[in-house]
């Protein structure tokens, strides 16, 4: 892999030197991309020069020299750059554009989430956007793939910045040779990612701010303006590809995923979960195959990976908790967003002046252990991972069919926000099948299809609680110590947990815990004898619950798996 991209390297090196019509490995495909460029997204005329699949240092060289980022000196020759204003995705600002005779209009879950977008608005942006890409001395097309089979994409993106270029090479799937390049053709969906171009006409045209991001399904074409997050372009793709795929029968996922050592009979096991609650440093297990740490896509046959590589959180990264993540970061081609470098370059991984959100992005041959064919047989597990802050949710509990359809759509977390030292206030949030802000259908189609995948495939459900456990975040206790996470999640792909003889369901919550797991102090399962005051455990426990019930009944969710929810019943309950 590593030796290919040298080849490539070489040459494009030489390419760079040549004038723009000679830039591709033929005249057709350089003229191919003209058209496209003035024929599908009405460009003025092309920017003078057009760079098209930079090898990584090719992109990391340009955009060290236009004054993106800086190279650091530890972790060796990363780029680090800074997105500035936005240091996360500006959800907000995203529409989808509502067609009203097309078929997705009536699929779209449209509300605070989807916001719809008129035809005649997009097209006055995607002009603008045309206009400002092909005003620049200088601009980057990326084409690759989005995951494999039958979930295949064909994208193209195209980006003002040269470390967003670099970015999309390490998240998307690279072309397989020379000649898939040359043969690419017209891409299946394109993403325009004007990152200086800032709307000034937004309030007339009834838009939030003066930045966007437009997903347009049917012209098959992403417009994202004025914000640096590259995030938005990764995720941006993830939600066109969770409206396509379910019109082929396939179940997209906001999970991670990892695949047995063992290729004789393998089994996979898939992670999802909320932002924070694990999924990344959980598929990071040196006992098992990461086939990927964020968004799959489940057929009839395999879990498939849709990315090319991993995009984790590094604040407070450390090689004693996160070694694997932590060399993965050390490897060639990686780009530290938001991080603090001391004066002589070194990453600082515990500074999270600029914000909490830093990330690093890395191919997924970063990870030694990566899955190669980037698929795995249909899971045997599947965790739902959550991080309750409230410290009531067991450590890890087995789901029935119900249960699971319930938390599924339903997607609890925690979010903690720090006040004084040591003491953190909870918030419970909800986002529906652990990824509303990706799920451009409601919640019901994709658990539907989770729930007959399950039982199609005998897949046991875990909810592991990634949180705190025998005390609340707000008493100033710790979080879950990551090796009893760890412990538990080997415990489940190893098969070692008993699940036909399970403790009788909590009178709270419902869920059953097993009776013992390797590695775990069994004390520590049973969250209601752990608290040391009990009578605050049942306040906080049912505190939860009825959150729980709540959010259920307002988003008016199936009541058919009401069931599977809290047995702890309250008046939100009743409404319902
Ligand atoms: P995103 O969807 O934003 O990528 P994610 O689910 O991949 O989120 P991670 O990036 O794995 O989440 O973030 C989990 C964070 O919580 C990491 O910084 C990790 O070090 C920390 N952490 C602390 N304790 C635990 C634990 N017990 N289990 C998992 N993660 C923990
Ligand atoms: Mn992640």
Redesign the pocket.
């Known amino acids: 892999m590593w030796a290919r991209g040298l080849c490539n390297s070489l040459e494009k090196v030489r390419w760079l030197q040549r004038p723009m019509s000679q830039f591709f490995s033929g005249k057709a495909v350089s003229a191919s991309l003209q058209e496209f460029l003035s024929a599908r997204l009405g460009f003025p005329q092309p920017p003078p020069m057009l760079y098209r699949n930079l090898p990584f240092s090719q992109a990391k060289q340009l955009a060290l020299q236009r004054g993106e980022g800086t190279e650091a000196r530890d972790p060796p020759g990363a780029l680090c750059v800074d997105t500035g204003v936005f240091t996360g995705r500006s959800p907000r600002d995203r529409y989808i554009e509502r067609r009203e005779n097309s078929p997705f209009a009536d699929l779209i879950d449209w509300g605070e989430v989807n916001q719809p977008i008129e035809p005649r608005v997009v097209d006055d942006l995607q002009k603008d956007v045309a206009a400002h890409m092909a005003s620049l001395p200088e601009c980057f097309v990326y084409d690759g793939l989005v995951s494999s089979g039958p979930s295949r994409l064909k994208i193209r993106v195209l980006t003002e910045l040269a470390w967003h270029h670099a970015f999309a090479s390490n998240m998307f799937i690279p072309l397989g040779s020379p000649a898939e390049e040359a043969a690419f053709g017209e891409p299946d969906f394109t993403v325009v990612y004007a990152s200086g171009y800032r709307n000034r006409r937004y309030r007339a045209m009834g838009l939030n701010s003066d930045i966007f991001i437009v997903l347009g399904l049917e012209r098959r074409l992403a417009l994202i303006a004025g914000t640096h997050y590259a995030g938005e372009m990764k995720k941006s793709v993830f939600t066109v590809m969770n409206a396509i795929l379910p019109t082929r029968g396939i179940l997209p996922l906001?999970c991670?995923a990892t695949r047995s050592l063992d290729d004789a009979s393998p089994n996979t096991i898939c992670f999802a979960?909320?932002?924070?609650?694990?999924?990344?440093?959980?598929s990071a297990d040196p006992q098992r195959k990461l086939i990927g740490?964020?968004e799959h896509s489940w057929d009839d046959t395999a879990i498939r990976n849709m990315e090319g590589g991993i995009?984790?959180?590094v604040?407070?990264?450390s090689p004693e908790?996160?070694p694997i993540l932590y060399e993965a970061v050390r490897k060639p081609h990686t780009i530290l967003e938001n991080v603090v470098l001391d004066n002589r370059g070194v990453v600082q991984f515990d500074d999270a002046t600029k914000t909490e959100n830093t990330r690093a992005t890395c191919p997924i041959q970063s990870i030694p252990q990566w899955e190669t064919s980037r698929q795995g047989p249909p899971p045997k597990a599947f965790v739902f991972?959550v991080?309750d802050a409230f410290g009531v949710l067991p450590p890890v509990s087995v789901l029935s069919p119900i249960q699971a359809a319930y938390h599924f759509i339903l997607a609890y977390t925690a979010k903690v926000a720090g006040t004084e030292r040591g003491v953190q206030k909870p918030t419970a949030t909800f986002s529906t099948c652990f990824g509303a802000a990706f799920m451009p259908f409601s919640g019901q189609a994709y658990a539907t299809m989770l729930c007959d995948k399950l039982k199609r495939h005998g897949t046991r459900v875990y909810l592991v609680n990634?949180g705190w456990a025998g005390g609340s975040a707000a008493d100033g206790a710790p979080?879950?110590?990551?090796r009893?996470?760890r412990a538990i999640i080997d415990a489940i792909s190893t098969d070692r947990i008993d699940t036909q003889n399970l403790q009788a369901p909590d009178p709270i919550f419902g869920l059953q815990v097993p009776r013992a797991v390797d590695g775990v102090d069994s004390r520590l399962l049973n969250p209601a004898t752990f608290w040391s005051d009990s009578r605050a455990y049942q306040r906080q426990a049912r505190q939860l619950a009825e959150l729980m019930q709540a959010e259920y009944a307002r988003k008016r969710y199936n009541p058919q798996w009401a069931a599977g929810g809290p047995l702890w019943s309250t008046k939100a309950a009743q409404v319902a």
């Open positions: 906001h991670a979960g909320l932002s924070g609650t694990g999924k990344s440093t959980l740490d964020d995009y984790v959180k604040i407070r990264l908790k996160e991972l991080c990634t979080r879950m110590d990551l009893i996470s």
